[in-house]
């Protein structure tokens, strides 16, 4: 097994690299997101390093900055920065425009790609609700209790990864049921002493606030809904089958170039390299 890479050793990686290369080096969080970035990025100009994670990914931009390095360039998911009011000083640290690269995928029309290859149009009919309103309307009390784990004064620092979404999901309608959903995270994060009743109570109250869904919805909880509507709700005899592995890999598969440049972070790539010439990230395709 390879060794958990440090920034220190990802930051030696990129000097050394810049020996014999001298273009410009793209750090992203890790090895999914560098699927779908090294298709925008021109191959002969720049090179895609995953980070091991976004504070790694920072860390590294930091390190070379003071080794007085030029071209290298950051980009990260925005997670809850812009709802926690983190401003990002940093001009060589880029963010997504949504929570993540996942939302950014399912905020454009790839989704509307996936959707035509795996659902029932009169199943879809049937919802009075766009399939996206309501991936985020189901997924929003998760994202909320990633929230209140990982900001403010609570900073639970609850463990969501492996939760079991089948504990919790509902049919009819698509919902997400908030008692089972405290008790499974509550599980998986062996935190026996958690106060369910507490939690809810805090959880009913930022329901009833007014949050950006897209700046609180957690891409991966988003796919994983977006899968189970599919196998049990609105999917056609395709969509019986399908995981949260093929449903991302599928939006990264449909999302292209177009939908890239519609974006913020497509534009701030290019106010980076206008700034930092002669280092060119983008291709021109």
């Known amino acids: 097994m390879k060794r958990y890479l440090t920034a220190d050793d ?43 994670g976004k504070e790694n990914a920072i860390k590294v931009i930091h390190i070379l900055k003071r080794s007085k390095m030029e071209g290298v ?44 290859e795996f659902t029932s149009p009169y199943k879809v009919e049937a919802l009075h609700m766009s399939i996206r309103q309501l991936l985020l309307y189901t997924a929003m009390p998760l994202g909320l209790f990633r929230w209140l784990s990982s900001s403010g004064k609570d900073k639970l620092s609850l463990r969501f990864k492996d939760v079991d979404f089948e504990q919790f999901m509902e049919v009819q309608p698509l919902s997400i049921n908030l008692k089972r959903l405290i008790r499974e995270v509550k599980v998986n ?51 019986h089958h399908t995981n949260e592995g093929i449903i991302d890999r599928s939006l990264r598969l449909a999302y292209d170039i177009t939908m890239f440049k519609k974006t913020e972070l497509y534009s701030s790539i290019l106010n980076w390299e206008e700034e930092n010439v002669p280092y060119i990230v983008l291709t021109e395709a």
């Open 73 to 116: 360039l950051t980009i990260v998911d925005a997670d809850f920065w812009r709802v926690d009011g983190i401003r990002n000083n940093n001009s060589d640290v880029l963010v997504t425009d949504t929570h993540d690269l996942e939302t950014m995928l399912i905020a454009s029309e790839a989704l509307e790609r996936l959707l035509e």
């Open 189 to 239: 994060s062996n935190r026996h002493s958690l106060n369910e009743r507490i939690i809810r109570k805090k959880l009913m109250k930022m329901l009833d606030e007014d949050h950006d869904p897209w700046q609180i919805c957690s891409g991966h909880d988003v796919v994983e809904i977006l899968a189970f509507g599919l196998r049990e709700i609105f999917g056609n005899l395709d969509a």
């Open 10 to 52: 990802i930051a030696n990686n990129v000097r050394m690299m810049r020996t014999q290369f001298r273009g410009s080096v793209l750090i992203i969080e890790g090895s999914t997101d560098m699927r779908l970035y090294q298709r925008f990025v021109d191959d002969k100009r720049c090179k895609v390093i995953p980070a091991n």
